[in-house]
């Protein structure tokens, strides 16, 4: 028993602790940066419940809610600290910030709730205590070996969202396409719109083990940026799509070393 | 071989590491356990995966009003029409209207046949 909790435990320790390039996560930070700064125009308009007055349907009975005039300057800020990120100057504080200035709206309404702005949210969270800046930053020399733990643990959030948006599609109503026309705008139940109900609960399915696959991550990465391609182009769903994109990195260079910049690491 | 301070600052990161996963798996297990029709489910991931057909109608002593026109002015109108979302909403409403609101809200989720969300022409403000 003892023997086998021993092992159990050097697999998730080789797995979290594992050390490798930070030039991966940079990348990803970069993409997500992008897609964080994409992403505040639609959600200043979405999130105006975090302003005071009116009905409010809390998470937490006396959150503080914000006055019109602080929840623009809120959002000023985001785009100040989304540009921080973006280029990797404070990049932990950056990140910090963001998680504290998503999570004031995200948790000041239920009203507010978008499954989007919540994922960012938890992902600028672990961007704050990760080496995101360590690479491809321009207030410092790259480190050459930092440990994977936030790589990883992004990695494993961004499989857990597949997983979970597959799984509450998988119901008779999605299966015959009529949710998915209803989305689309089509309320015709074209033919087109059962096989590609069935298509994207299957690609959502097999991405989260794909991805980590070293004989599949490459193909389910190219599969996977179809899919959310076509998400962009017909549901204008951008930020999300490039966060989802820019996570393959993460995937595709497990030691975290990214192919082109890999002799450009300072040993 | 590590430090014991090491050690214990590991110990402590796959804690956190370990209860932030368990939290991401079982969180949205209640999308998908609890009716749709009483529940919108937030941190579910079950974005664009379910249909909602609903109609709502209120009514005060006044004759009907819109009761989402506040709402609606400062944002898209957001998905209230949910079992749990209606009480505190229903509790405001008649605070707003000074008791006597009726209403139907009637929601098909999934192109189930629709469902009563509240008691149907019933005064809001005498529910428990």
């Known amino acids: ?267 | 071989m590590p430090s014991g301070d090491a050690r214990r600052a590991s110990t402590w990161i796959s804690l956190a590491i370990g209860g932030f996963l368990a939290t991401q798996v079982l969180v949205p297990l209640r999308g998908v356990i609890a009716p749709r029709v009483d529940t919108r489910a937030d941190f579910s991931w079950s974005m664009y995966s379910h249909s909602y057909r609903c109609q709502a109608k209120y009514a005060d002593r006044n004759g009907p009003f819109d009761a989402f026109a506040e709402l609606k002015r400062r944002a898209d109108a957001p998905l209230l029409l949910h079992r749990e979302a209606l009480v505190p909403w229903h509790h405001w409403l008649c605070g707003q209207h000074g008791g006597a609101v009726t209403a139907t809200v009637r929601c098909a989720v999934d192109f189930a046949p629709a469902a009563d969300l509240v008691p149907p022409g019933g005064d809001l403000c005498r529910l428990p």
């Open chain 1, 1 to 267: 028993m003892q023997a086998a909790v021993d092992r159990w435990g050097a697999k998730w320790s080789a797995f979290w602790f594992a050390e490798g390039s930070p030039q991966a996560l940079a990348a990803f930070r970069i993409v997500f940066a992008v897609a964080l700064l994409e992403d505040l125009r639609n959600s200043a308009g979405l999130c105006r419940y975090a302003i005071e007055g009116g009905y409010h349907w809390p998470y937490l009975s006396g959150w503080p809610l914000l006055s019109p005039q602080q929840f623009y300057a809120l959002f000023a800020a985001q785009a100040g600290l989304g540009f921080l990120l973006l280029v990797g100057l404070r990049t932990r504080l950056a990140a910090a910030g963001l998680f504290l200035l998503q999570g004031w709206v995200l948790w000041a309404d239920r009203l507010n709730f978008r499954n989007h702005g919540y994922l960012f949210w938890m992902i600028c969270g672990i961007l704050a205590v990760s080496p995101a800046g360590s690479a491809l930053a321009l207030h410092r020399r790259p480190s050459a070996s930092v440990r994977l733990t936030a790589q990883r643990l992004i990695a494993a959030e961004v499989t857990i969202v597949y997983l979970w948006a597959a799984i509450q599609k998988v119901h008779p109503a999605y299966l015959s396409g009529r949710v998915l026309g209803e989305i689309l705008g089509q309320p015709d139940q074209a033919l087109w719109l059962q096989p590609a109900a069935w298509a994207v609960i299957a690609v959502e399915l097999a991405l989260p083990v794909a991805l980590w696959v070293p004989r599949t991550r490459e193909v389910a990465a190219l599969v996977g940026l179809a899919m959310h391609a076509a998400f962009a182009l017909t549901l204008n769903i951008y930020g999300f799509s490039l966060a989802m994109v820019g996570s393959y990195v993460l995937f595709l260079a497990p030691d975290g070393h990214l192919p082109f910049a890999r002799k450009s690491t300072p040993s």
